[in-house]
């Protein structure tokens, strides 16, 4: 690895970072072509089901050249998907070195790394790794921890209530921050909750047209939810009888397990409390994302309900700080 690789594997980074949500399920890929020491091409991933980075970048370069470097932020594929393998495109002629950011996770996908071998194309890995699958979080979580990406969110008092004693929550928050809530949903594959919340605040769990609707989750082991609830318009799934078992962490992994296998990137924890408590205690998620109102309620039902002393760690760190109006959002990454 040269720094000059490090400099031109930022620039397709920041290719693939012009590819947004319209890639999902997809990952965000971003390529370049350098050849003599300057860009000549580059390219991204733009929509599911488009061409991909590589087609971009490579698609439209002169084929007279040679000795070309192409780089590239994740394994090029090696399958037949919406578009033909990548590797299709690698003419050894013109281009006789891969430098790549990752591997890629998906089993389906991934081999493009010995068949560029195979090609006799020189290949670099694992350039600017970290920041290649940082820019893909949920994906290579799904695929290397075989679970969806976990987002557990949360609103809550400065006193940290998330409803009063009565279970009235409605509202903790402002409109703004109701409506990035929405937004976020639409980002999510899913979004799950507890009994509880459907019973209290007969919610809809939509993105309220910010884009589309999550698939709806429920925890209800004894199905004592009614079918009159708003969410039985969405066809929701729930988690009930004896799949569940009284031990709430072995239900999160079964249910985790579950997601996976229906192909469920990334699923949004809505709550309440004693839901979100039991996700926390198990480990099992990648953001906390909390909303802090600037209310006061004295007593309430708590945002946490386990045990823990100061001396615990979370191993949170801040990523971001919002502010909507007198609200500030506070999104924490799981280390
Ligand atoms: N401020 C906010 O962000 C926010 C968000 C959502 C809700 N809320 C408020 O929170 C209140 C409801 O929250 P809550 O804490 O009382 O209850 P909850 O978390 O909504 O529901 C808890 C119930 O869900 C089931 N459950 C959850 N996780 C489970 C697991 N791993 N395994 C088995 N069962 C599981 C259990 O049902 P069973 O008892 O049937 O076994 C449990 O008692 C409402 O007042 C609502 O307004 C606030």
Redesign the pocket.
């Known amino acids: 690895m040269t720094s000059k690789d490090k400099f031109f594997m930022k620039l397709a980074l920041q290719e693939a970072s012009k590819g947004g949500i319209a890639v999902y399920p997809n990952p965000r890929v971003g390529a370049v072509v350098v050849s003599d020491g300057k860009v000549v091409s580059s390219g991204y991933h733009k929509t599911f089901g488009s061409p991909h980075a590589e087609f971009n970048a490579l698609h439209n370069i002169d084929k007279n050249i040679s000795n070309a470097t192409l780089y590239v932020t994740l394994e090029p594929c090696n399958h037949h998907g919406k578009t033909g393998p990548c590797m299709d495109l690698i003419d050894p002629k013109v281009i006789n070195r891969v430098v790549i950011g990752s591997r890629d996770p998906n089993p389906l996908a991934s081999g493009g790394l010995e068949l560029l071998k195979q090609k006799n194309i020189d290949v670099e890995i694992d350039i600017c790794a970290d920041e290649s699958r940082q820019l893909n979080r949920r994906f290579f979580t799904f695929y290397e921890n075989k679970r969806p990406y976990i987002i557990l969110k ?3 008092t400065m006193d940290g209530f ?2 009063e004693d009565n ?1 009235h ?1 409605k509202w ?1 928050t402002n409109v703004d921050s109701r409506d990035s809530v929405h937004e976020l949903r639409s980002s999510c594959d899913a979004i799950l ?5 459907i019973e ?2 007969n919610p809809s769990l939509t993105s309220h047209g910010k884009g589309k609707d999550p698939k709806i989750i429920i ?4 199905n ?1 939810i009614k079918k009159s609830a708003s969410v039985f318009k969405n066809d929701p799934i729930i988690f009930s009888g004896d799949r ?1 078992t009284n031990d ?1 962490h072995v ?2 992994k079964y249910i985790l397990d579950t997601l996976f296998q229906n192909n469920i990137q990334s699923l949004m924890v ?7 408590s ?1 996700f926390i205690d198990s480990k099992f998620f990648d953001e906390l994302h909390v909303y802090y109102a600037p209310k006061l309620i004295g007593s309430g ?1 708590p945002l946490y309900h386990g045990r823990k002393s100061l001396v615990d760690n979370l191993e949170l760190k801040i990523h971001k700080v919002q502010r909507f109006k007198n609200d500030i959002k506070i999104i924490y990454y799981k280390n």
């Open positions: 949360i609103a809550s998330i409803a279970g929550s903790i909750v507890g009994r509880k919340t209290k605040d925890i209800d082991k004894q004592r569940l709430p239900n999160i809505e709550g309440g409390g004693i839901t979100f039991h039902l």
